[in-house]
Nanobody
Framework: QVQLVESGGGLVQPGGSLRLSCAASGFIFNIYAMAWYRQAPGKQRELVATITNNGVTNYVDSVKGRFTISRDNAKNTVYLRMNSLKPEDTAVYYC????????WGQGTQVTVSS
């Protein structure tokens, strides 16, 4: 069964850090580019970061220098390390394949607030 399960979200103060994880199953993980997306209340889902199958990364300008995407192909898992979090980072975060999307998982809520 093809599945994406996100975890690691929570409530954090501005300036804090979180690491999100996405466990993938049901497909050959190491041949696909993967990505993290987020959707804030009342807004469309946006692409945050991508990583190719061989580790090349790209980020939306608003998170460059603060977020780091990585992957462990042995564990079929993609990560998003988020530092220096801001209130505007508050959203539900999702992972998916970058170019051939699967059904979306439930995501993980990240709330940045004092």
């Amino acid at each position: 069964q093809v599945q994406l399960v996100e975890s690691g979200g929570g409530l954090v103060q501005p300036g804090g850090s979180l690491r999100l994880s996405c466990a993938a199953s049901g497909f050959i993980f190491n041949i696909y580019a993967m990505a993290w997306y987020r959707q804030a209340p009342g807004k469309q889902r946006e692409l945050v970061a991508t990583i190719t199958n061989n580790g090349v990364t790209n980020y939306v300008d608003s998170v460059k220098g603060r977020f780091t995407i990585s992957r462990d192909n042995a564990k079929n898992t993609v990560y998003l390390r988020m530092n220096s979090l801001k209130p505007e980072d508050t959203a539900v975060y999702y992972c998916n394949r970058r170019y051939t999307e699967l059904n979306w998982g439930q995501g993980t809520q990240v709330t940045v607030s004092s």
